[in-house]
């Protein structure tokens, strides 16, 4: 079966540390997306892309980057971590067909600390 | 700017009631809407949706209503059973352009049925 898989899912860092955080989808989907979810704000997006070299900035960028290199993976860069970037972070895909059918499929999360 | 907002951060119910969790919306632009439900340690899963072009969609025991020009849509779950207790989240996107695809959500609510 088709599937999102997100690693590591628990991950303990040091504040200035540069960490990855991995995303791979057997969708086969072009549309790929990160987010973040804190108490009190939901999920919000962090980068997405349409497809292959194709990136973008959502809502809560700074402080982060991703590369999209092959249809299957998205990782989440953290350039120097801090701790106001202790998180829980999902990775999630979509076919791109649009309504009535578009919806996300997410990965089972990453719990991320920076200490 | 919360374009999305669930304003009850938690509801409890018993098993067999209607649960009714609901969602504003300020972006006049969002033309497709989402629930997602997610347990602890899960990533989000898929509820059901509705198109602009609808004020109702029904799946099972579950049924969206959207008020456009409310600006409010609502999940009303019926009977409510101990299983359905997660967290909700409302979602909502704009078809075209650079949002397409692209979801902006709610802070969620958590439902607890009660045996």
């Known amino acids: 079966d088709a599937e999102i898989t997100q690693s590591p899912r628990h991950k303990i860092t040091e504040t200035g540390r540069q960490v990855t955080l991995a995303c791979h989808q057997t969708?086969?989907?072009?549309?790929m997306f990160w987010y973040r979810q804190d108490l009190g704000h939901g999920l919000r997006l962090i980068h997405y892309?349409?497809?292959?070299?194709?990136?973008n900035k959502g809502e809560v960028s700074d402080g982060y980057s991703v590369s999209r290199s092959n249809t299957e993976d998205l990782p989440l860069t953290l350039e120097s971590a801090a701790s106001s970037q202790t998180s829980v972070y999902f990775c999630?895909?979509?076919?791109?067909?649009?309504?009535?059918?578009?919806?996300?499929?997410f990965g089972s999360g990453t719990q991320l600390s920076v200490l | 700017d919360q374009q999305v907002k669930q304003n009850s951060p938690s509801l409890s119910v018993q098993e067999g009631r209607i649960s009714i969790l609901n969602c504003d919306y300020t972006?006049?632009?969002?033309?497709?809407f989402l629930w997602y439900k997610k347990y602890p340690a899960e990533g989000p899963t898929f509820l059901i949706s509705?198109?602009?072009?609808?004020d109702k969609n029904e799946d099972g025991r579950f049924t969206v209503f959207l008020n456009k020009s409310a600006k409010h849509l609502s999940l009303h779950i019926v009977p409510s059973q101990p299983g359905d207790s997660a967290v909700y989240f409302c979602?909502?996107?704009?078809?075209?352009?650079?949002?397409?695809?692209?979801?902006?959500f709610g802070q969620g609510t958590i439902l607890t049925v009660h045996p």
């Open positions: 969708w086969n989907h072009n549309n």
């Open positions: 892309s349409y497809g292959v070299q194709d990136t």
């Open positions: 509705i198109s602009s072009i609808k």
């Open positions: 979602a909502a996107s704009a078809a075209g352009g650079t949002s397409y695809g692209k979801l902006t």
């Open positions: 999630a895909s979509s076919e791109g067909s649009g309504p009535p059918n578009e919806k996300l499929f």
């Open positions: 972006n006049s632009m969002f033309d497709y």
